[in-house]
């Protein structure tokens, strides 16, 4: 009977999302090469990985094929009969299909929402924007801060949304 943990979901805007996202996959699979690691990984991505555009990175994070794998591993806990999972498979890890399948769905806020109040419990998810300005000069992460703590202050005094 412990009190399920808060989740903080900190949630931009879409479109900058997307971009953001691909640039920091590419950036990571530059290092990756620059290393000599093994290109792309077939056997857990598919063939279509990685995709050459964002425009076919959110097609095929939108297809049969990864729609499938991200079903079936929301599925892994439930198939253990609800017990934790302590190590997920490879092909689960971190992203089915690679850092690129989350690209058309990371933006989809109130669907991942309410995944998460699924598991940690509507009162449990508060949702921040990080939609300030961004000054440059360190403010930005005490001005998230503070806006975390006014929205847990509200949860806790039960006027949150």
């Known amino acids: ?14 479109v900058e999302q997307v971009y953001s996202w ?9 290092w990756g090469d620059s290393m000599g690691l093994k290109q792309w990984n ?8 990685p995709p050459t555009t964002i425009t076919a990175a ?18 892994l806990a439930a198939a253990r009969g609800g017990t934790a999972i302590t190590t997920a498979p490879d092909w689960a890890v971190t992203w ?10 990371n933006g989809r806020y ?3 929402i309410e995944r998460y109040e699924k598991v940690f419990g509507t009162g449990n998810v508060v949702v921040v924007p990080l939609d300030w300005q961004r000054d440059g000069n360190g403010t930005e992460l005490e001005d ?12 806790w005094r039960g006027d949150g949304d």
């Open 1 to 14: 009977g412990e009190a399920l943990p808060v989740l903080i979901a900190c949630v931009r805007d879409p």
């Open 22 to 30: 691909w640039d920091f996959e590419h950036a990571a699979m530059a």
């Open 42 to 49: 077939t056997n857990l991505r598919g063939t279509a990985y």
């Open 58 to 75: 959110l097609k095929h994070s939108h297809s049969p094929e990864v729609t499938s794998w991200y079903r079936t591993a929301e599925t």
């Open 96 to 105: 089915p299909g690679g850092q690129l399948t989350g690209v058309g769905r």
């Open 110 to 112: 109130a669907e991942n």
């Open 144 to 155: 998230l801060g503070r806006r975390i703590g006014e929205r847990l202050e509200d949860r």
